[in-house]
């Protein structure tokens, strides 16, 4: 069907539509632990999303969920980190580990017939974290660095000081990180976050594709 450029097309108000969001199915597959599924798209991709609550409970331990999350992909007990990455590469596909105030969020993106053999990488990355000591050397150097550059910027320090005014400096939205949390950071700080916050049986799970 050719489009007549010469016909006005209809106006319509942007409120005027009629769209309904798809239906996700629900899957319950531990105890606590919901998977969420939406079988829609015509390409041959797949997203896996994974959220874990994130309840810090001291101001010291914002530096340390930073330094965990950023350290995951740095090796297992049997992967280096660039084994790792290499991987996840040669696959064509995607693997972020961040947080927010309230969230650690796992995503996997990559081909639907790739997906099978990223799974037990991903787990692997999840459940069995070594954050080996020189890459936590050099997470902290440029950490370090990050934070200089930031301290001098006016919208960053004002953040900073919003946050501690409006929620206070003990409650988790308004704690921050120092230099000085940076320089005492420990790999055993970061390996018992790791286990006291990283609880797979809390997790709340997206797949779509």
Known sequence: MSLDRKQVPEIKQATNFEYSLPTCETHEIAKNVRLYTLNAGTQEVISFEMYLPRLLQLPSDVVVSKA??????????????????????QLGANVSISQNNDFFIIKL???????????????????????????????????????MVNLKKSDFAANRAIDKLVYGFKHPYGSYSELADYETLTRDAIIAFYKKYFNFGEATCFLSG
């Open 68 to 89: 965990c999350t950023s350290l995951l992909k740095s090796g297992t007990s049997q992967n280096t980190a660039l084994q790792i990455n290499e991987e996840i590469e």
């Open 109 to 147: 993106q990559s081909l639907s017939k790739h997906f099978a053999k990223l799974v037990p990488l991903l787990m692997e990355i999840l459940q069995d974290a070594q954050f080996p000591a020189e890459e936590l050397e050099i997470y902290r150097q440029q950490a370090i660095q990050q934070m």
